[in-house]
Structures are given as C-alpha cells and as structure tokens.
C-alpha cells in the first residue's frame, strides 16, 4: 500500500471517528414502545384466535354430528350455517349497504316462507387494533365466527350493556400467518 | 462477523421473537451503531440516519421472520435494509425544491485550492466528507461499508449483494477517485494527518 493510499485510509478512518457514532436516546424509547405494544397485541389476539378456534370446533363438531336444526320459533328466524374457510382477497375497506346473502336451504318442516327470510346486514370491515404492526395482508381468509357482543368495544362500537354476552356473528379476516386484522359484525 | 457475534444475535433474534423484551434490547443496542453510521455516512444527514435506523428496526419488530440466517449475517441484513431505506431517502430528497443549492464537494474544493494548504485538519476531514458524500452512489457504499465502519469484503459483498471481487475492484476505484478529489482540494499529494 503506498504512503498515499495509507494516509487517506488513515484520513477515513478518522473521518469514521468524527460525528456522532449511535441513534439517539429516543429512537430506542420509540422501538421499545412498539415493541411493548406488538406483544400487547400478540397476546390479544392470541386469545382471539383461540375463541374463533373454538367456535370452527363447534362448528365442525356439529356438522360431523349433523346436529338437527332446532324447530322453527314462532318468529320463524332462519339460522344460516357458518360457511367453511374461504380464502378471498383483502377485505373492502367500507361496505356501508346492508349486504343480503340468500340463505342456503335449511332442513325445516317446512320449507320457509319469503317473510322468514332474514336479510344479512354487515357492518364495514374495522381493522383490530395494532394489525398494522404485522406485515401487510397478501393473502387473507375470512372465516364465520360467533363471538360476544362485548367483542364489538374492540374496535369502537358501542354495546348494549344488557345484550353484552349475547352472541353475534362475525366474519374475521385473517392474515397469511393466521393472525386476525379485521372484523366485521353480521346481523 | 466473528461466528460468537452471529450465535449471540440469533440467539437474542430467537428470544425476541418470542417476546422477550431485554432480548430485544441487547440485539437493538449491539446493532443500532452500524446501521446509524452506514445511514449517516451515505446520506450525510442525522436526520436520515435516524429515521433509517427507526424504520429498520421497525421492520424487524414487524416482520423477524423476513430474516434467513443461512443468506448472511444478522447485521448484513440489517445494513443491507438501511442501504435500501437510505436511497428512497435520497430519492425522496432529490424530488423536493432545493431550497439553496446542493454542496457540491468537487467545485468547493476547486474554488478553495489557495487556501486549502491552511486548513485545520478539522476542515480537512469536512472536505473529506464531503468527497465522500459526493462519490456515486455505487463507490460510496464501499467507501462506507469497508473505510469507515471496517466490514470485511465478505460481509460487504453480503450486505450489496455481490461478490467479493467486486467489492474490491469497486473500493480501488472509489478510493483512486477520492484521493483525486483530496489532491485536487489541498494542492498536496495527499491528506496529511496534523503533526
């Protein structure tokens, strides 16, 4: 290595010296904080994940066990059976129209009158909260689930406090690691 | 990387993903210098430097798993992610309105020719930075990565995606031009460290 070469290594090297060498203090401070609250969320939804597990064994139980549907009530509601995993693309952001699906043909005495027909009404697709700590969704699944009404104060709706433990039908949008991002109501 | 270094952040990689928090602590601490640095040096920007080194760090609390140990170091992948951040940064820059006009290190070492003869070695490494900062974009991530954070060929050619033998050839090249630049800006034949 000749004197001129060495004396600019030299040069960089001290260069290299020069400045400040580390992030500041508060970069570490922002990192730990969403450390803290990706664990936060992991551990929510692990617990969601184990309810919507739980509600797919029931249903899977049920359609192995073929469980008879129960009579018709006097009101006639029509029970429509949760659909298997489907794989769909990332949710539409607002669906603001209440959707109607026909309902699949359910084993009655009857078969139901068009007045029995309840029409689905989903509300818009809320995102879970922290979902955007977890990479982007690039392949989603949505799955039919039942969860409790108090589940709706997740994501900012309000609850009647005297239906909180009733149940309502959700769909669930999972992401390709399984974990949930977001959540839309179905009456 | 020593291969104690590389156990030590797949170890850490390892409890951090499973949540443990002082795991993630050490692996952001033992790594956060370099990634700051490579930033700063490229970009020649603090504030750069600090939104890359946030932004990587970001990506691996997002996603660790992105990470495959067997395509190279830990501390690669993470200089390798700020490379990329730090030329969208650059990018971004370049499509603002220049409010003043751009330091230019060769036509501000031509102009000073007279006088740099005198200048404190302080200045001396200020016209140096600037040489740096004003190489391509190609020789100047050699410079960075092997001059001034000291990573080895291999871990270079990891970090840029290409083999050793480029990343010498690209080096010989960067510091024939920066030495260029110094003669050019001093009058001398070299950058002489202050007695």
Known sequence: MSRNEQELK??????????????PADVERVLLDAF?????????????CG????????????????????????????TLPSPPPVAAAAPEPIALAPKKVAPRQVR?????????????????????PDADIFAPVEDATVIRVQLPRSAMRMVGLPVNEERAAERIRADVVLGQDGIARAVRFVQ | MP?????????????????????FVALYREHQGSVFRFA??????????????????????????????????????????????VFRALELKADLPQTEPEDDAVDLIADNQDIAADLAWSERLEILRKAVLSLPPNYREVIVLCDLDEMDYAEAAGVLGCAVGTIRSRLHRARALLAEKMRAGDGRESTRCPA
């Open chain 1, 10 to 23: 030299d040069a960089l090297r001290a260069l290299a010296a020069t400045g400040p060498q580390e992030a």
């Open chain 1, 36 to 48: 803290r609250r990706k664990q936060r969320s992991r551990g929510r939804v692990a617990r969601i």
């Open chain 1, 51 to 78: 309810a919507l597990a739980g509600a797919a064994v029931a249903a899977g139980l049920a359609l192995m066990f073929r469980i008879p549907p129960q009579p018709p009530k006097p009101e006639a509601r029509v």
């Open chain 1, 108 to 128: 009655t005495a009857r078969p139901p009158t068009p007045s029995a027909i309840v029409p689905e009404v989903a509300t818009n697709f809320y995102s879970l």
């Open chain 2, 3 to 23: 291969e104690s270094a590389s156990d030590s952040s797949g170890d850490l990689l390892r409890r951090m993903r499973g949540g443990d928090e002082q795991a």
């Open chain 2, 40 to 85: 700063l040096h490229m970009s020649g920007s603090v504030d750069v430097a600090e939104e890359v080194t946030q932004e990587v760090f970001m990506a691996l609390i997002r996603d660790a798993k992105q990470y495959d140990p067997n395509r190279g170091s830990l501390a690669a992948y993470l200089v390798g992610m700020a490379r990329k951040m």
